[in-house]
């Protein structure tokens, strides 16, 4: 049986990259189908035909960015030898991730900042996202417990809210402009927190 209509004439993979970097740079609300479509070189009806809506972009967006560029800081965190270098590595990850890109930040924080009720849906993808952050660093902490790095009774859902709060600092302050210097200089009073 042969196939109908003309093939896609470009990389999904490649266009649904294009797509995060528009995302990570506007936001959901920011971008328009007319930002999406140049980014990728296709017409509306080839968008659609590709993604089916542009929420369903955003959220295709979202997953690629936690399975790549938002993985490199989580890894750092879990593969360190300590919690301490861990949690050293995470926040200087993240800076990296940051400031990988104009305007800065980072799409899991930044996607969706001001929502409109029908964006609901969207911004509960992002906040689930970002729970999952949360957790790793928890279980992270936790595991520095259980090997007597953190003493017994740590409050680790605590910790770990404030270790967020500090990755949230990271790419506000990068998306205001903040310098390198100035976002390493957030690491180490972070660090102070661990006893």
């Excluded at 109908?4 to 990389?11: E, K, L, N, Q």
């Excluded at 959901?28 to 479509?37: F, I, K, P, R």
């Excluded at 980072?106 to 957790?135: D, S, Y």
């Excluded at 990271?170 to 200089?185: K, M, N």
Aim: aromatic share 6%; net charge neutral.
């Amino acid at each position: 049986m042969a196939l109908r209509g003309r093939p896609r004439s470009f990389d999904r993979d490649l266009a649904l990259e294009k797509v995060m970097e528009v995302f990570w740079a506007k936001g959901y609300e920011g971008a328009q189908l007319n930002d999406l479509t140049a980014a990728i070189g296709v017409t509306p009806p080839s968008f659609y035909a590709a993604f089916g809506t542009k929420e369903v972009a955003f959220r295709e967006a979202v997953d690629l960015y936690v399975a790549t560029v938002g993985s490199v800081p989580m890894r750092a965190l879990e593969e360190a030898g300590t919690v301490r270098h861990g949690i050293r590595a995470m926040l200087a990850g993240s800076i990296d991730v940051a400031l990988s890109t104009k305007p800065g930040g980072c799409l899991l924080i930044l996607g969706v900042v001001n929502c409109l009720p029908e964006n609901l849906p969207v911004r509960e993808h992002l906040f689930q996202a970002r729970r999952k952050t949360v957790e790793l660093i928890a279980a992270r902490l936790e595991r520095g417990t259980r090997e007597g790095e953190l003493p017994m009774g740590t409050n680790v859902a605590q910790l770990a809210a404030f270790y967020h709060g500090i990755l949230q600092a990271i790419s506000f302050q990068a998306r205001d402009g903040a310098t390198r210097a100035e976002l390493e200089a957030l690491i180490e009073p972070a660090l102070a927190v661990l006893k």
